[in-house]
């Protein structure tokens, strides 16, 4: 499948020119001016290369193209123009929205090589962004299978938050999803420096003393220090530093941590032993606390219990996607895994030689999804 390419332009010759000339090479599509430009690139995109004309009425395209660049950064952004401005030219690439600045009429031929070195790279703006979305995430994923066998509560926990923070995330269209989503899934990997006994009072909801208090909050800089050493995840640790900050203490607070935040103090609540309702009516109580609209927004998603089913199900039928609803322990009293921990082929893997080597119960409750 081609790489879709935009032209815009104010006169119907010109774009009907380049859709004649280049539709047998390129999947070329066309937009008369510069808002019918951003609206196609909202509803019809993602497009590989947008060629804009620089002089148009209502929106130059500098103007345009900036705001192509906000909507779709990935998207290599070309200026043609009838003016060998080079004012504009230096602007233009000196803003960053410019990849290309041509001048017209431009000869077909010189198009072709424009286009052909932009597609070149887009694809690799795309190919590396994958990369490094798939690396990071295998790695990720590496420490939390790594948490769920030292600590099953802790990656419980993690899971939880995960599935909260990320309903939060899209409801509030954050721009890039992936930071949240790691910072979610790393947030409790301190917890490995914290001891055992203090970690089973917190999670039963018992009170710890100033001393185990302190041990335990020191568990998002310990993570952070972990991470410090892992190239490009500078943002994540800065969330993952400052998830347990209140709101009214850092006002520029990133929008993941305050998701964080909120997400993990409504967890405590929950495992605590309060219910929802009784959950959010003691963090509306918390003044500065939060961000009033992450804290709207989580407790809208925390009510929806839509898209799943509660089964007992027994232990040799579950498959990946469920998710328990009850903590799993052997019958001699192991800490299997976590309430709220996704199944997973490694994790039902992993239940299979428990099953194998410790007397469990024949089934547990868990969240089917809805097909």
């Known amino acids: 499948m081609k790489d879709k390419v935009l032209f815009?332009?104010?006169e119907q010759q010109i774009l009907d020119t380049f859709r004649a000339s280049l539709r047998k090479r390129y999947a070329v599509d066309t937009a008369l001016g510069p808002e019918e430009g951003l609206e196609k690139v909202t509803s019809s995109g993602p497009y590989a290369v947008v060629v804009s004309d620089l002089k148009m009425p209502k929106m130059d395209g500098i103007t345009f193209l900036s705001k192509v660049q906000q909507a779709s950064p990935d998207t290599v952004r070309v200026m043609l123009t009838g003016h060998a401005d080079l004012e504009s030219a230096i602007e233009a690439v000196n803003k960053g929205s410019v990849f290309r600045f041509l001048t017209k009429p431009s000869p077909?031929?010189?198009?072709?090589?424009?286009?052909?070195v932009a597609l070149k790279q887009y694809a690799l703006v795309v190919s590396e962004k994958e990369l490094l979305r798939g690396t990071l995430r295998g790695s990720v994923k590496m420490l939390t299978d790594m948490l769920a066998l030292v600590n099953p509560e802790a990656f419980g926990r993690s899971e939880r938050i995960k599935r909260l923070a990320m309903f939060v995330g899209k409801e509030l269209r954050l721009k890039n999803l992936l930071y949240l989503e790691l910072a979610s899934m790393l947030c409790q990997v301190?917890?490995?420096m914290v001891p055992d006994n203090v970690l089973e009072k917190l999670f039963s909801g018992e009170e710890?003393?100033?001393e185990e208090q302190q041990i335990y909050d020191m568990h998002p800089s310990v993570t952070a220090s972990l991470l410090a050493n892992i190239p490009r995840m500078n943002r994540v640790s800065t969330i993952i530093t400052h998830q347990n900050e209140r709101f009214s203490e850092n006002p520029q607070q990133l929008m993941e941590a305050r998701i964080l935040k909120a997400s993990l103090d409504y967890d405590d609540l929950v495992q605590s032993g309060k219910d929802k309702h009784t959950a959010f009516e003691v963090m509306r109580t918390r003044e500065g606390w939060y961000d009033e609209g992450v804290l709207d927004?989580?407790?809208r998603g925390a009510a929806r219990d839509?898209?799943?089913i509660r089964r007992d199900i027994a232990l040799g039928k579950l498959e990946p996607g469920m998710i328990?609803?009850?903590?799993?322990?052997s019958k001699d009293e192991v800490h299997i895994m976590a309430k709220g921990t996704e199944l997973s082929r490694p994790a039902l893997l992993r239940l299979e030689n428990f099953m194998k080597t410790k007397r469990l119960p024949p089934s547990v409750r868990v969240l089917v999804p809805i097909d």
């Open 8 to 10: 815009v332009d104010d």
């Open 108 to 116: 077909i031929d010189e198009m072709i090589r424009t286009l052909d």
């Open 190 to 192: 301190g917890c490995v």
């Open 208 to 210: 710890l003393t100033s």
């Open 297 to 299: 927004t989580l407790e």
């Open 306 to 308: 839509d898209g799943y």
């Open 324 to 329: 328990l609803d009850d903590a799993l322990w």
